[in-house]
T-cell receptor
Framework: SAVISQKPSRDICQRGTSLTIQCQVDSQVTMMFWYRQQPGQSLTLIATANQGSEATYESGFVIDKFPISRPNLTFSTLTVSNMSPEDSSIYLC????????????FGQGTRLTVV | SQKIEQNSEALNIQEGKTATLTCNYTNYSPAYLQWYRQDPGRGPVFLLLIRENEKEKRKERLKVTFDTTLKQSLFHITASQPADSATYLCALGDDKIIFGKGTRLHILP
């Protein structure tokens, strides 16, 4: 299994500002993912964080709005840029099981409120 | 487009009874299907995975079925307990994982 530490756990931000969320894993993993979970909605994949190359973004998400870093195999950051109230959501970091069982492990999430 | 449907209404089950949650999907042929539990303010926690060539999987009080013809999975919790109250997410996997909205389950003492 993998233990994921995500911070901050919550934040209240002013519109127009940016917030960087950190995700630290206790073991080296190939695949790291960033999800958004809006109230009453399913988890939506924002992007796959690739080590050594640019992140791969899903439809509807762009690098300018959600820049991602992946400097090594245990750490990634997601920045939510130029925030608006519509960005209020829970953001979750996830990794896949390192043994190839395709089980996903999640951080506890970052609850973001934009005012 | 790919679509996953789970019971949108909350499910109330009496303690000790079997809770059954449904996951239906369309426009997708997943290699595997997963169920997760999510408690308020927490990230999802993996429960069970069932592959496309498997009909049923069990783990303690949990049982999952997977019917690729019906494009449906059923998730059962037997001898349910109030501690089983949570939101349960269905997820389909191939090259990436897609999640349903989840079903809120309340086990009534």
């Amino acid at each position: 299994s993998a233990v994921i530490s995500q911070k901050p756990s919550r934040d209240i931000c002013q519109r127009g500002t940016s917030l960087t969320i950190q995700c630290q894993v206790d073991s080296q993993v190939t695949m790291m993912f960033w999800y958004r979970q809006q109230p009453g909605q399913s988890l939506t994949l924002i992007a796959t964080a690739n080590q050594g190359s640019e992140a791969t973004y899903e439809s509807g998400f762009v690098i300018d709005k959600f820049p991602i870093s992946r400097p090594n195999l245990t750490f990634s950051t997601l920045t939510v840029s130029n925030m608006s109230p519509e960005d209020s959501s829970i953001y979750l970091c996830s990794v896949e099981d390192i043994w190839g069982n395709t089980e996903a492990f999640f951080g506890q999430g970052t609850r973001l409120t934009v005012v | 487009s790919q679509k996953i449907e789970q019971n949108s209404e909350a499910l109330n089950i009496q303690e000790g009874k079997t809770a059954t949650l449904t996951c239906n999907y369309t426009n997708y042929s997943p290699a595997y299907l997963q169920w997760y539990r999510q408690d308020p303010g927490r990230g999802p926690v993996f429960l069970l995975l069932i592959r496309e060539n498997e009909k049923e999987k069990r783990k303690e009080r949990l049982k999952v079925t997977f019917d690729t013809t019906l494009k449906q999975s059923l998730f059962h919790i037997t001898a349910s307990q109030p501690a089983d109250s949570a939101t349960y997410l269905c997820a389909l996997g191939d090259d990436k994982i897609i999640f349903g909205k989840g079903t809120r389950l309340h086990i009534l003492p």
